[in-house]
């Protein structure tokens, strides 16, 4: 799989950089986090979201509504899934990571989707990185042996447990995971059987042979 530089125009179409905002003492915070061997995700910290930038990016990016600060941290190889949200996502990396996306736009019929075009791009540590509502993502995968970290910000309740009793309606109801959460799943993802399969292809994998693209970049 080619990977890209995230400042690629190839990007253009599932994101953005984003710049104007001052995430260095929420990097701070976040480097003393520590990061786990399997990938564990928080959607709202509240030692995070008592630093001013918190309400600064809420007021001026989300335009007043009402936002989340958590984050994501581990060590993963693997693709597995892919999930959409109603609303831009806003990753600021502690780490360099590798991250495999595609479009909703090419979602075929009942929402199955070829990994055959998912594309991989390189986040080098210190940026903060716009994930377009259309943009298929999911977990980064690390390219350091201590693992892959980054805060994240959402809309308030993303990614929270769905109410008790929920009962899905419509055929992309089926596929939600969490609030605002709708999950395309791998059969070799690891996830519960009656969850239904929608990644039809390979499960790609980002290797150690791939983590070459850190030094390459970072000589830029």
């Given at each position: 799989m080619k990977?890209?530089?995230?400042?690629d125009p190839a990007f253009g179409?599932?994101?953005s950089i984003v710049e104007g905002y001052d995430f260095s003492e929420l990097l701070t915070v976040m480097e003393k986090k520590l990061i786990?061997?399997?990938?564990?995700?928080?959607a709202s910290d509240p030692e995070l979201e008592k630093l001013p930038v918190f309400r600064e990016f809420a007021d001026s990016f989300y335009g007043g509504l009402p936002a989340e600060l958590g984050y994501c941290m581990g060590h993963n190889q693997k693709l597995n899934a892919l999930e959409y949200h109603r609303g831009s996502e806003v990753n600021i990396s502690v780490t360099d990571y590798i991250v495999m996306i595609g479009r909703m736009q090419d979602l075929e019929e009942h929402f199955y989707y070829d990994t055959a075009k998912v594309e991989a791009f390189y986040v080098p540590a210190g940026l903060a990185v716009?994930?377009?509502a259309t943009t298929l993502h999911y977990c980064a995968c690390h390219v350091q042996e201590r693992g892959y970290s980054h805060a994240t910000f959402l809309l308030k309740g993303t990614n929270c447990p769905l109410e008790e009793g929920f009962v899905?309606?419509?055929?992309?109801?089926?596929?939600?995971g969490a609030r605002n959460k709708w999950l395309l799943?791998?059969?070799e993802g690891g996830f519960d059987k009656t969850f239904p399969v929608k990644l039809r292809g390979e499960n790609p994998a980002i290797g150690q042979s791939d983590w070459k693209v850190r030094e390459r970049w970072r000589e830029k």
């Open positions: 990977i890209y530089d995230i400042a179409r599932y994101g786990p061997e399997t990938v564990e995700y928080v716009e994930f377009y899905p309606s419509t055929e992309e109801d089926r596929l939600l799943v791998h059969q």
